[in-house]
């Protein structure tokens, strides 16, 4: 058995390919950069391939035959052109589910969606279940993710292949490796605006995300949306309580974050400030009952053990 991972350079891919290979199983990884402390061997081979490339894909899946393909390859916010982002994750992620429909060996696609397809707003209930209505507004990170889900899950596709999304809160842990985001700024800003203070916000460890990723893996009949978060959240005030909290109006902070996107300090879309002020809480209990998982962590204690055990370069701003 062969499980191919789009993205597997990134956070997630390292941490799956880690946790996958530790059990012995063969990987195929795909990304456009080699993850520098992954070897090649017997269990594991990468392929320098972008997912926008559907013949490269194809000679890929054909050599590798993989049984399951975890689709994780995304541009996260670094591209600053519309179009090539579309181009990217909503293209690409068409060619990862066409390939996968066509190589009969494949019979389980999971994707990583996101919390962001359901949008922010302060109408949103305390936590939100799969059904409930996804509206990401302008914010094409969140949007993208939409767009996805719908072309993967309106498409004909052969009745062996189970599809999968999975629309994931922020995951956090010891080996954390995401500058410039909102996680790397609630470690490292010593200013914060005061209305973050009360924010609710959702932390799952990297530990309960492979755990659960490892039963989604081994699932055969699993198929759908389902919310892959912590059960808890924690308050932005109660996890930093030393920072500073500067009364800054909404209007004073738009224009900075546009400012800091374009200069490429922080990797967040200024669309994703509504996420900043209203809470996104997922409710996760489909897919923990589905499997009688009681989780390791807690949100507050997600985000205690990113900040004792953080990896962020230490020439991050953020």
């Not at 019979?107 to 990401?136: C, F, H, K």
């Not at 030393?242 to 209007?251: G, N, T």
């Not at 996107?261 to 200024?270: A, D, E, F, G, V």
Request: charge should be positive; proline fraction near 5%.
């Amino acid at each position: 058995m062969c499980i191919l991972i789009t993205g597997s350079s990134g956070y997630f891919g390292r941490l799956v390919v880690r946790d996958l290979i530790s059990k012995g199983n063969r990987v195929a990884g795909i990304d456009i950069k080699n993850d520098n402390d992954r070897e090649e061997g017997e269990l594991f081979r990468y392929y320098r391939c972008s997912i926008t490339d559907r013949e490269r894909l194809r000679e890929i899946f054909l050599l590798e035959k993989p049984t399951v393909v975890i689709h994780f390859g995304c541009t996260f916010n670094k591209v600053r052109d519309r179009k090539r982002e579309y181009a990217i994750d909503v293209g690409g992620s068409i060619n990862v589910f066409e390939v996968s429909n066509e190589t009969q060996s494949v019979r389980q696609l999971i994707y990583s969606s996101s919390a962001a397809v359901y949008g922010a707003d302060n109408r949103n209930g305390m936590w939100l279940g799969e059904t409930a209505p996804v509206n990401p507004g302008k914010y094409r990170y969140g949007l993208n993710k939409k767009l996805i889900e719908q072309a993967w899950f309106s498409a004909p596709r052969r009745e062996a292949l189970r599809v999968v999304s999975l629309r994931i809160c922020t995951v956090v842990g010891p080996v954390y490796l995401k500058p410039r985001t909102v996680v790397s700024i609630l470690i490292r800003m010593p200013w914060l605006p005061f209305s973050f203070r009360q924010k609710k916000v959702q932390f799952i460890h990297e530990e309960d995300f492979i755990a659960l990723m490892s039963e989604i893996i081994s699932d055969n009949d699993i198929e759908g949306i389902y919310n892959l978060a912590a059960d808890s959240y924690t308050v932005v005030g109660e996890v930093v309580p030393a920072k500073r909290y500067i009364r800054l109006p909404l209007s004073g902070l738009k224009p900075l974050m546009w400012l800091l996107w374009n200069l490429r300090i922080l990797n967040l879309q200024p669309a994703s400030l509504r996420y900043c002020l209203y809470p996104v809480l997922l409710d996760p209990s489909k897919l923990t009952e589905r499997y009688g998982y009681s989780y390791r962590y807690s949100s507050s204690e997600s985000f205690a053990d990113t900040v004792r055990n953080n990896s962020l370069p230490s020439d991050a701003k953020f």
